[in-house]
């Protein structure tokens, strides 16, 4: 079975700082799609960030970056200059090469000014 | 603007209802689309995935006969829940992955269906 964790139910941070998000990750696949998914009041699905597993290197999305451990199978997302706009939800998700996306529990964001 | 069309937003209805939930792909085709249940402060729980001109796949627990799929075209997926009862309330949300080349963006997400059984 494939599985994602995120271990951090909530997090809070002060607007301007930087703040990191956990997510690991089970699977026994070698190729592989991450993702990071904000999910605002509005329950739209937006993506903040994707990592392909064969890439080495770390992708970054403007103030988004993600710190990418394959061989730990932990995938964190870091957010630089908080904005009270990243007040969300955010999932960490997996694709594995059949494309059926399963997705962590959630973390919830709150940006306080 | 929106890739994935989802409709309705918002279902109130009475309990024994049946509901018809669609799923529309604007500017792509899409064999394959998936349906997911997202209740109060959880995560998204993958429901079943929706295969053009074939039978759809359940993930565990799902009842078949309580969710029917239907996926008639390439651009159209609709979820039925039949016989509707409060425990069916919930959000609902479909997805159809981008079969474009190194695509950004590998599922496009409808905006959702918030569903109130009373």
């Known amino acids: 079975a494939q599985t994602v964790t995120q271990s951090q139910p909530e997090m809070s941070v002060q607007e301007a700082e930087t703040v990191t998000l956990s997510c690991t990750y089970d699977t026994s696949e070698s190729n592989y799609y991450l993702f990071w998914y904000k999910q605002p009041p509005s329950r739209q699905m937006i993506l903040v960030i994707r990592?392909?597993?064969?890439?080495?290197q770390n992708a970054t999305e403007n103030r988004f970056s993600v710190n990418f451990q394959k061989a730990a199978k932990s995938f964190s997302l870091k957010i630089s200059d908080s904005q009270l706009g990243d007040t969300a939800m955010y999932f960490c998700a997996f694709i594995p090469y059949n494309n059926d996306m399963r997705f962590g529990a959630g973390t919830r964001l709150t940006v306080k000014p | 603007g929106a890739v994935v069309s989802q409709h309705p937003s918002r279902v109130i209805c009475k309990s024994g209802t049946s509901v018809k939930i669609e799923c529309r792909s604007l500017?792509?085709?899409?064999?394959?689309m998936f349906w997911y249940r997202q209740f109060p402060k959880q995560s998204l729980m993958l429901m079943a995935t929706?295969?053009?001109?074939?039978?759809?796949?359940?993930e565990q627990g799902v009842e078949k006969d309580k969710f029917l799929i239907n996926h008639a075209s390439l651009t159209l997926s609709t979820l039925t829940v039949t016989s509707a009862h409060p425990e069916d309330s919930s959000f609902y949300i479909c997805s159809a992955p981008n079969t474009g080349p190194g695509g950004r963006q590998p599922q496009h997400f409808g905006d959702g269906t918030r569903l109130s059984i009373l």
């Open positions: 990592q392909e597993a064969y890439k080495q």
């Open positions: 500017d792509f085709q899409a064999t394959t």
């Open positions: 929706s295969n053009e001109g074939s039978k759809a796949t359940y």
